[in-house]
């Protein structure tokens, strides 16, 4: 391929080689229905309880959920999306100069998902940025397009305050106190993923992502309005979940599986792409503090259940994800006690 990046306007007639999957592996994308039942929590609810029951449920039962009435402004989530746009817009010798294939790095425009690390490239390019502290990152953030900055840095700070909050419905659902899961995970770091899926000339043998879990606390994920891509595993099928104008994906990730000894599941999800339509997710991630000691909280297991998981810091986790490829075994397996 001649750029590293797939947004470089360059017109692909065919799926290039290397994004090819074999047949076993591919998404089957007439096999996937819509999920007809996705959870929508109404946080502008008054009835406190009741949140928290519907988010216990969605988290036992789906490992996902959307949410609305957020509190997170229209405006903010539009304004997110058009810069994101912008920034995939940009000339790619602009784009270029932020590419990096090092995971360490806490700013870079990357391809696919770990490019020296699998075997068969995904379909996406995508921009990763540490979002927490905001006066430590913003400075290395992209300066183009000029409103970035400012929009995303509005962006993250709502989105912060909305996935806290969340949170402690998880905690209280979890018969934990309100601020269980905010004092295990520590001063939590914020990462984005900004999300870009090129229209692809041949949707059916690749993905955007394939099948992953995520290796953070919570993802929040504002979706592409117009252009649905999404899909999570349900009871062994993979279904579609359509953008819901106005509301947010919220999953839990490998972390508060690890924290809820499983009973709360870090669901399988993947991208898939489309022909026709390029597609923007934008993806934030509340991380554990690097010294934070995850295991499984004590208040769920003092009943005698087994303990599922081993205690790790959260440092060796996230070391331990990057050294992989997303079709390995799962990297929660690797911490259960024997
Ligand atoms: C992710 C992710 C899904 C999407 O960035 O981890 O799962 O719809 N994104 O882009
Ligand atoms: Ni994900």
Partial sequence: M??????SGIHYPNLPESYIRPESERPRLSEVSECEDVPIIDLGSQDRT?????IGEACRFYGFFQVINHGVGLEAMKEMEEVAHGFFKLPVEEKLKLYSEDPSKTMRLSTSFNVNKEKVHNWRDYLRLHCYPLD???????SNPPSFKESVTKYCKVVRELGLRIQEYISESLGLEKDYIKNVLGEQGQHMAVNYYPPCPEPELTYGLPGHTDPNALTILLQDLHVSGLQV?????WV????HPQA?????GDQLQALSNGLYKSVWH???VNVDKPRLSVASFLCPNDEALISPAKPLTQDGSNVIYRGYTYAEYY????SRDLEQEHCLELFKNK
């Fill in 233 to 237: 595993l349900k009871d062994g099928k």
């Fill in 136 to 142: 430590k990152y913003v400075p290395e953030w992209p």
């Fill in 240 to 243: 579609a979940i359509s953008p």
């Fill in 2 to 7: 001649d750029t590293k990046v797939l947004s």
């Fill in 270 to 272: 993947r991208a898939v």
């Fill in 50 to 54: 009741q949140i928290v029951q519907q």
């Fill in 248 to 252: 947010f994906v919220i999953n839990i």
């Fill in 319 to 322: 070391k331990k994800f990057w």
